[in-house]
């Protein structure tokens, strides 16, 4: 999980399965590079568009969620992965819960919230029993 701040900016990243040899360094390329793609496609596109919302491989696809403010979360998945779209509105919905509303947070900068990340353990347990 990668969460993308407006300005293309990590700020924050979370590994449900391990990721082969990704460096932190890795972890911020992947987010730049993403942002730059998805800005690109909404000007390239024939028609308008909110940009690129999943990004398919052989191995695996991003999914992103772009809010009305322009943070993106990014879900990388195996391709036969169903319910992403549905996985990535909860994430933005306990964004919202337990970081927006944590009167000690500051909007873009990053997520350091201890309630966040045990929700989102929480919902990714959920979504694996199913």
């Not at 300005?7 to 590994?15: P, R």
């Not at 195996?78 to 927006?100: A, H």
């Amino acid at each position: 999980l990668f969460v993308i701040n407006k300005a293309g900016g990590l700020i924050y990243s979370k590994d449900f399965a391990s990721l082969p040899n990704m460096s932190a360094n890795d972890y911020l390329r992947v987010a730049s590079m993403f942002h730059s793609l998805h800005a690109i496609s909404q000007n390239i596109a024939p028609i308008r568009s909110g940009g690129i919302e999943v990004l398919s491989a052989d191995t695996f696809n991003i999914c992103c969620f772009r809010t009305a403010t322009n943070i993106k979360f990014l879900l990388v998945v195996e391709p036969s992965t169903l319910g992403s779209d549905t996985m990535l509105k909860g994430v933005y919905d306990r964004y919202v819960e337990y970081v927006l509303k944590n009167p000690f947070y500051e909007v873009d900068m990053p997520i350091r919230c201890e309630l966040f990340d045990v929700e989102l353990e929480k919902l990714v347990a959920e979504a694996n029993a199913r």
